[in-house]
């Protein structure tokens, strides 16, 4: 994907985050829920960081057509896989946290911790614990982060990372259909919520400068 287009901020993910994030805007520097999402954006810069550079290298030479060889279909299907699993999976992580900054607790389970059940204070005990994405999701639908979540193909990832498709006269097929009419669309609406979610939260942070350390 060579072509540079403009970036749209996607109108309904802001409408979602707005609340959430004018909250943090409003917080007392000390208090425990900004001292929690601080952390959280400071634990999330350098995945983030290697998180576009893997992407960006990976998806480097890619170009898209509306036919492919094998080949060529099934390096996409990795691609959006990679970038469910790395961009994806560490906005998510962010997104989790800034909800948890507004009071909602986000349960973990591990039968090897005593208790077993207790609250997600940070990335790390999101990793840790290694909760699953749909986990994760289930919890930003289930506080309102519709948009954002709808937008992430859970079924195309699913067939993807189990290998569920099919490859016939040098075509892949995922349930009968063309890899290539899942994909498209599906890997970029996912990357522009990506680059929204980027955008409100680099103006947040302008905003609010006391959320990342200041250069020295």
Do not use: C
């Not at 005593?114 to 999101?126: G, K, Q, V, W, Y």
């Amino acid at each position: 994907m060579n072509k540079k287009k403009p970036i749209l901020i996607n109108k309904k993910i802001e409408l979602e985050l707005k609340p959430l994030l004018n909250s943090i805007r409003k917080m007392n520097v000390k208090s425990a829920n900004f001292i929690l999402f601080k952390r959280a954006l400071h634990d999330f810069s350098p995945k983030y960081g290697r998180a576009w550079k893997t992407f960006g290298f990976i998806t480097r030479d890619m170009e898209w057509y509306t036919e492919y060889d094998a080949k060529e279909e099934i390096q996409t299907l990795f691609a959006y896989l990679g970038l469910t699993e790395s961009l994806g999976n560490t906005f998510v992580n962010l997104l989790v946290m800034l909800i948890v900054a507004n009071g909602i607790d986000f349960h973990i389970e591990n039968i090897h911790e005593t208790p077993h059940i207790r609250h997600a204070n940070s990335i790390e005990d999101l990793e840790k614990n290694r909760v699953p994405l749909h986990t994760k999701l289930n919890f930003l639908e289930d506080s309102g982060i519709t948009e954002f979540v709808k937008i992430i193909n859970r079924q195309l990832r699913n067939d993807i990372a189990h290998l569920n498709f099919d490859v016939r006269d040098d075509q892949v097929y995922i349930r009968g259909r063309p890899a290539f009419e899942h994909v498209t669309n599906s890997y970029a609406n996912l990357l522009d919520a990506i680059k929204t979610v980027d955008i409100l939260i680099r103006r947040l942070v302008k905003d609010r400068g006391d959320l990342v350390p200041k250069n020295k």
